[in-house]
């Protein structure tokens, strides 16, 4: 994980206090956005291919980190279940 990232990542460590089992699974079972994945497959084929203009890799690279931001939801919400499931 890069060190922007990792920064990212600890400053969202308040959220799992906001979490309660209903919100975390909802988290956990966002499903993905069709019409979201196609813009990220054409603009990720056209970064590859270094046929992106610079707009579009502004939009990749903005795609990419809201893909990590609800990664990391999803990390803080399974552990928020793995450790009140038993409460």
């Not at 906001?18 to 993905?32: D, H, K, M, R, V």
């Not at 603009?43 to 590859?48: D, G, H, I, V």
């Not at 610079?54 to 450790?83: C, M, N, V």
Request: aromatic letters at 6%; charged letters at 20%.
């Amino acid at each position: 994980m890069s060190s922007a990232l990792t920064v990212f990542a600890e400053s969202l460590a308040p959220v799992e206090a906001c979490l309660n089992l209903e919100s975390a699974s909802a988290i956990l079972n966002l499903p993905p956005n069709p019409r979201v994945q196609s813009r990220v497959d054409l603009l990720a084929e056209k970064c590859n291919q270094g046929a992106a203009t610079p707009d579009e890799r502004s939009e990749y690279d903005a795609l990419i980190w809201a893909d990590h931001f609800l990664g990391i939801l999803q990390a803080k919400a399974e552990h928020y279940l793995k450790t009140h499931a038993a409460a």
